[in-house]
């Protein structure tokens, strides 16, 4: 009996947040979970692109380091990919090692550029995603995307200052 439980979370009908999983649950995710496209963000492992194809699951690899900001390029790319299939009408799962920071920041990255505010993003990301938490770097990095996009995505709303962004994405760590 397998029992093994998918470590991530539909942040939108179409977009998952996650952790990694076994190469041997590849298969899993596009039956079971109807999953076509997968971000994976580890800069200490790597998802078998091979194993992906055979499952009919396409890979995008961008290499980051844990607990630090994505490459601008990275979340470019990420949001271009992920678009891509979302667009086509299929679901994307982005992950990391545990569905923390990395995949929430190019997640967060692409909930903005489908239309979100900044802060809705974050918000619908952590009530789906309890543990979803950026450090101050990823927020960083995902400021600097905001800024870039900004023009072209033609938006009202402000880049979040930091303030705004922790009592959103640390209120777990709050007591009483």
Not at 10 to 34: C, D, K, N, Y
Request: with cysteine.
């Amino acid at each position: 009996m397998d029992t093994w439980t998918p470590n991530f979370s539909w942040i939108t009908p179409q977009l998952a947040v996650g952790g990694s999983f076994p190469a041997a649950h590849a298969e899993r995710l596009a039956t079971e979970h109807s999953i076509r496209a997968v971000v994976d963000l580890r800069g200490e492992a790597q998802d078998d692109e091979v194993l992906m194809r055979r499952h009919g699951i396409a890979l995008l690899h961008l290499p980051t380091p844990d607990m630090c900001g994505v490459a601008p390029a990275h979340l470019d790319d990420g949001v271009a990919f992920a678009c891509e299939w979302i667009n086509r009408g299929e679901r994307v799962l982005i992950h990391c090692e545990h569905g923390i920071g990395r995949s929430a920041t190019l997640a967060l990255c692409v909930m903005v550029s489908r239309g979100d505010t900044p802060l809705d993003a974050l918000e619908r990301m952590k009530t789906r995603r309890a543990l979803v938490s950026p450090s101050p770097e990823q927020f960083a990095c995902w400021c600097g995307w905001l800024e870039r996009h900004r023009t072209r995505l033609r938006t009202a709303w402000r880049v979040p200052d930091f303030d705004a962004f922790q009592a959103i994405a640390y209120r777990h760590l709050r007591t009483g």
